[in-house]
């Protein structure tokens, strides 16, 4: 399994921008698909975005689909989201995700895809 750590939460009022960070251990980060998934307080875990192993294909949650950015650096081992017209509604932990799956956008929203989980980082949209 791969080692997950990710950075970049912090306070952010409506409107705003963060871009948080994943970086992973070991030598084949490259083999994994990657994932951001979310909770907010009282609700299950959500996937948010997801990316393939080295094509570039993505796939977004409805609710996120154009303000929000998924890419990886396979040289650095880490994998970004980019988060654009923040809003209170997007208040939650995230945590980013890696599995050895089939990149398909079925099995990528599923939290039993995933085996390895970094431990969150609160992202809050306050004013």
């Known amino acids: 399994q791969v080692q997950l750590v990710e950075s970049g939460g912090g306070l952010v009022q409506p409107g705003g921008s963060l871009r948080l960070s994943c970086s992973a251990s070991?030598?084949?980060?490259?083999?994994?698909?990657l994932a951001w998934f979310r909770r907010a307080p009282g609700n299950e875990r959500e996937f948010v975005a997801g990316i393939a192993r080295s094509s570039g294909r993505t796939s977004y949650a409805d609710s996120v689909k154009g303000r929000f950015t998924i890419s990886r650096d396979n040289t650095k081992n880490t994998v970004y989201l980019q988060m654009n017209s923040l809003s209170p509604e997007d208040t939650a932990v995230y945590y980013c995700?890696?599995?050895?799956?089939?990149?398909?956008?079925?099995?990528?929203?599923?939290?039993?895809?995933?085996?390895?989980w970094g431990q969150g980082t609160q992202v809050t949209v306050s004013s």
């Open positions: 070991g030598r084949t980060f490259s083999s994994y698909v």
């Open positions: 995700a890696a599995s050895s799956i089939p990149f398909s956008s079925v099995l990528l929203t599923s939290v039993r895809s995933f085996t390895s």
